[in-house]
C-alpha cells in the first residue's frame, strides 16, 4: 500500500459581459468574465476538484453547495483554502499539482506564475509544488468560439499522519 492518493479535477463556465475575469485568483483584462455563483474562477475550482478527489472528500459541490449564500460572490481562493484546511485535518499533504486552462483568449501566459503562486499560499505549500499551463483549443468547441472557458487539474497528495 503506497500513501501517494492521485486526483484528477476538471470544470467549466461559461464567459458573459458584465463579470471580472479572475483565473487562478488574479483579475485578467478582458471584456468579459466567467459566470457563477462564486467569482466563478475555474482553474482553481478545477484545483480543489483534484485535490477533494484524491482525498475522497467527494467534490466542490457538495464541500461548497451553490445554494448556499455564503459563498456568492466569494473568492474561490478562500475555497481553496478551506480545502487544505481540509485535507491536513485528514493527514495529506500535497505533493505536486498540474493545471491546465483551456481557453481561446486572452493571452493568459504573462500571469500563469501569479496564479501559480496565489494557489500555492492559500494552501500553504511552496510555489514550486505547483504548475499552471495553458492553451487553446484551436478555435474548435466552446472554448474556441469564445462561450465558454474549461480546466483540468491533476494532483498527487502523500499521507503523513
Ligand atoms: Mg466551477
Same mark, same amino acid.
Given at each position: 500500500?503506497?500513501?501517494?492518493?492521485?486526483? =484528477?479535477?476538471?470544470?467549466? =463556465? @461559461?464567459? /458573459?459581459?458584465?463579470?471580472?475575469?479572475? %483565473?487562478?485568483?488574479?483579475?485578467?483584462? #478582458?471584456?468579459?468574465? !466567467? %459566470?457563477? =455563483?462564486?467569482?466563478?474562477?475555474?482553474?482553481? =475550482?478545477?484545483?480543489?476538484?483534484?485535490?477533494?478527489?484524491?482525498?475522497?472528500?467527494?467534490?466542490?459541490?457538495?464541500? #461548497?453547495?451553490? /445554494?448556499?449564500?455564503?459563498?456568492? $460572490? &466569494?473568492?474561490?481562493?478562500?475555497?481553496?483554502?478551506?480545502?487544505?484546511? %481540509?485535507?491536513?485535518?485528514?493527514?495529506?499533504?500535497?505533493?505536486? &499539482?498540474?493545471?491546465?486552462?483551456?481557453?481561446?483568449?486572452?493571452?493568459? +501566459?504573462?500571469?500563469?506564475?501569479?496564479? +501559480?503562486?496565489?494557489? +500555492?499560499?492559500?494552501?500553504? &505549500?511552496?510555489?514550486?509544488?505547483?504548475?499552471?499551463?495553458?492553451? /487553446?483549443?484551436?478555435?474548435?468547441?466552446?472554448?474556441?468560439? $469564445?462561450?465558454?472557458?474549461?480546466?483540468?487539474?491533476?494532483? !498527487?497528495?502523500?499521507? &503523513? @499522519?
Amino acid at each position: 500500500m503506497t500513501n501517494l492518493r492521485i486526483g =484528477h479535477g476538471y470544470d467549466v =463556465h @461559461r464567459l /458573459t459581459e458584465g463579470r471580472a475575469l479572475i %483565473l487562478g485568483g488574479v483579475e485578467i483584462p #478582458f471584456e468579459k468574465g !466567467l %459566470l457563477g =455563483h462564486s467569482d466563478a474562477d475555474v482553474l482553481t =475550482h478545477a484545483v480543489m476538484d483534484a485535490l477533494s478527489g484524491a482525498a475522497r472528500l467527494g467534490d466542490i459541490g457538495k464541500l #461548497f453547495p451553490d /445554494t448556499d449564500p455564503a459563498y456568492a $460572490g &466569494i473568492s474561490s481562493l478562500k475555497l481553496l483554502a478551506e480545502v487544505g484546511r %481540509l485535507l491536513k485535518e485528514k493527514g495529506y499533504a500535497v505533493v505536486n &499539482i498540474d493545471a491546465t486552462l483551456l481557453a481561446q483568449r486572452p493571452k493568459v +501566459a504573462p500571469y500563469k506564475p501569479q496564479m +501559480a503562486e496565489n494557489l +500555492a499560499v492559500a494552501l500553504g &505549500i511552496g510555489a514550486e509544488q505547483v504548475n499552471v499551463k495553458a492553451t /487553446t483549443e484551436e478555435g474548435l468547441g466552446f472554448t474556441g468560439d $469564445g462561450s465558454g472557458m474549461a480546466a483540468h487539474a491533476v494532483v !498527487l497528495l502523500e499521507k &503523513i @499522519r
